[in-house]
């Protein structure tokens, strides 16, 4: 849920009497590879008469036909949600477990989706569970292992008994020393995905590592090449040909700091399906990429599914004679619920992101026809911007996570050749904003988001994996080349942008 929704939820459920209160909300299902995530979308709060408050609680059948008749009519999922006088992930009691046994089946015969049933402790801690149909009649709880509160910062709410705090040796005795045990198991559990593991993609996946990070996802369909040597950490010549995810990952495994690792390396682009539904299983991604496709999707999973991105750049370029360099400057940021979008920070235009999918931008004829300022033409990163780069980025993800102080980080952004770091930037959307309409969407948006990426399956059948899943390709059922390609990908992107009553560009 977003941190709106969790203190109007706060507010209302947790009373200074310190009796138990209830409400319905709505949610929309984001399904990923190995988790499946219901996204709180809206509330509806009781009036005096919709429920009895006698130390313990219970509602009206009134209430109750008035969530299932909204829910219907939006196509929800319903949550239950009550509280307890007590702190901490809330076990259910006898009269809690009859009451959502009385609702799974009822919800999911109006909705055809499970209901979910949450409980918030005195303290502010969520927990949740699913109530899952396993036979006729038969409904079982599936707990969840995370209650994720997204706005300007992240709050994750564990059940220890799937996600248990982790133990940490003397290595990590000075990072401990920095915030505490209780902010260290918490970063520790997450899941954390880098899209990109290029030159800052792969010093991220280090920095990360080493603040005890036990659960990663690689997603990057790129191999090493002799010109990425220069900004490619730890890669060398004999590396060559490997793709950028397995050596990351093997690298990795190899510093034996954390006995629990786990690292899920994908050579797949974020467009596709595998690459898409991996991240979805995250609870925060580093976008490290430099185009406009995969920057579209990305801010589509961030306000979709409420999985915050951080996102960052780099823009050099050498003067006239090439005798140094005329400008550098490299911009850090996270988008997500309650924050600034990539586009309307202007990372990328709805025009570059279908001249991407076109193919154009693989075309050498259609390239040289650019402007000098477009950003195919931007000029090429070095490590050194690259290392700064990726420790803005880790400084926008510890913001986010430790919050201290209560300040949160907004864009930022460096200019080298005069050493200023320049903060003045908007941290929200435009009223019109198509992207941020689709906030808590969920699976009804990520089909958006699907694209074929001929270069991802290209340099996959360059390697000859022979136990790589293969990726279902759309037929574009055309027999008139290029130009139909185009016109498909504009229709629909055009079809997302007049659906969201955005405006596109052309």
Known sequence: MTEDINVSLSNHLIRDDEQEDLCFAF????????????????????EIDDRNIHGNVSFNPDYFDKATSYAL?????????????????????????????????????ITGLPVVGMTIG???????????????????????????????????????????????????????????????????????????MGSVGSIIAEALLRTGIENLVFIDFDTI????????????????????????????????????????ALPYSITEKTG?????????????????????????????????????GIDTNPNSDLSNIEQARWKAHTVGPQRICMQCLGQYTPSDVSLEQSGELDNPYYIKGLPKDHFVNRGENVFGFSLSLAGMEIQQFLSMVLQPKGIYYGPKEMDFNFGNIDFDFENSCEKDCHIKAQLGQGDSFNKILLFDHPNAEKSRNKIQEPTMPKVKKANPKTSSGKDSIIKKAIRKLKNLFDDSKGTFPF
């Open 73 to 109: 009519k939006n196509e929800y999922g319903i949550v239950f949600i009550h509280s307890h006088p007590f702190p901490g992930w809330q076990r259910m009691s006898t009269d809690d477990i009859e009451a959502e046994t009385m609702l799974a089946p009822r919800v999911k015969a």
């Open 276 to 312: 898409l539904e991996a991240a979805l299983d995250c609870d925060l991604l580093f976008s490290c990429v430099d185009m406009p496709l995969p920057r579209f999707t990305l801010d589509g999973i961030a306000y979709s599914n409420f999985i915050p991105v951080i996102d960052g």
């Open 225 to 264: 090449e002799r010109k990425n040597l220069d900004r490619l950490l730890a890669a060398s010549e004999k590396d060559i040909g490997k793709f950028k995810v397995d050596f990351q990952k093997n690298r990795l495994f190899d510093v034996n700091l954390r006995k629990g690792l786990d690292i899920e």
């Open 27 to 46: 949610y929309k299902a984001s399904t990923g590879n190995q988790r499946i995530t219901a996204l709180i979308n809206e509330v509806i709060f009781p």
């Open 122 to 196: 005195s303290d502010g801690t969520w927990s949740a569970r699913f109530w899952e149909k396993t036979a006729s009649k038969t409904y079982d709880i599936k707990w969840c292992e995370t209650v994720r509160v997204v706005g300007n910062g992240l709050n994750i709410h564990y059940n220890e008994n799937l996600k248990p705090k982790p133990k940490f040796g003397q290595e990590f005795s000075r990072t401990i020393s920095s915030w505490g045990p209780s902010k260290q198991e918490s970063i520790s559990r997450m899941k954390v995905g880098i899209v990109g």
